[in-house]
């Protein structure tokens, strides 16, 4: 099925470990997203991309790191896990930088830093 | 800058009653709004969306919402709630057509709990 592809589903870091979440979209979306999700906090935009080679800062990107080598995939970077980084991961895509036609989201990799 | 505000963090409703999920904005140009709705454990699902042609729109799975300019309101709503309509809401701006590229500003969420 079309659509965007979160790996892995769930992780438990180490503080001061790093990894990387995966996003993975078959759509030739070239806007890309990594949002973090907190309880009662909503969604909170930590890094975008316009297209391939092109990522830019978004609310929260202090602890982060993204790249885009290719159109379909957009890896966000965790380096020096925090305790204050557990929390649920969402990629999304869409095909204009104003979302009218819908963002497609991935299903989420939860995280959890001790 | 634009930003969301969502009155109440947990709705609870009857079920057969009336939902009305509210959702105020603050845009300094035309927005597009749009409500996500997100089943436990997965990831946001369009519900539906506004981008400047009918003020009244209507989404999937019986919902709708108007868009007032007047009182920078955009609330969803549904004249009966069923049990599988239990999920958290988001409401979304953006910029709108003359927006830029750095995505979707969302409110913090209404968590909708339907009363058998």
């Known amino acids: 099925n079309a659509g965007v592809t979160q790996t892995p589903k769930f992780r438990i870091l180490k503080i001061g470990q790093s990894m990387t979440l995966q996003c993975a979209q078959d759509?030739?979306?070239?806007?890309m997203y990594w949002y973090r999700q907190d309880p009662g906090m909503g969604l909170k935009l930590i890094y975008y991309s316009v297209g391939a080679g092109i990522t830019d800062k978004g609310e929260v990107p202090n602890g982060y790191n993204v790249s885009r080598s290719t159109t379909e995939d957009f890896p966000l970077r965790l380096e020096l896990a925090a305790p204050s980084q557990t929390s649920v991961y969402f990629c999304?895509?869409?095909?204009?930088?104003?979302?009218?036609?819908?963002?497609?989201f991935g299903s989420g990799t939860r995280l959890t830093v001790v | 800058a634009q930003s969301v505000t969502q009155l109440g963090s947990h709705v609870s409703v009857s079920e057969g009653a009336l939902v009305l999920l509210r959702c105020n904005y603050s845009?300094?140009?035309?927005?597009?709004l749009f409500w996500y709705v997100q089943y436990p454990n997965q990831g946001l699902q369009l519900l539906l969306k506004?981008?400047?042609?009918?003020?009244l729109v209507k989404g999937i799975n019986g919902f709708e919402a108007e868009f007032k300019k007047s009182e920078t309101s955009f609330h969803l709503t549904k004249p009966s709630a069923h049990m599988s309509d239990a999920a958290e809401y988001f409401c979304?701006?953006?910029?709108?057509?003359?927006?830029?590229?750095?995505?979707?500003?969302f409110g913090k969420g209404t968590h909708l709990i339907i009363q058998p």
């Open positions: 845009s300094s140009v035309p927005p597009y």
């Open positions: 759509m030739n979306h070239n806007y």
């Open positions: 999304a895509s869409s095909h204009t930088g104003t979302g009218a036609e819908g963002y497609t």
């Open positions: 506004y981008t400047s042609a009918a003020t």
């Open positions: 979304a701006v953006s910029e709108g057509s003359g927006g830029g590229a750095d995505g979707l500003t």
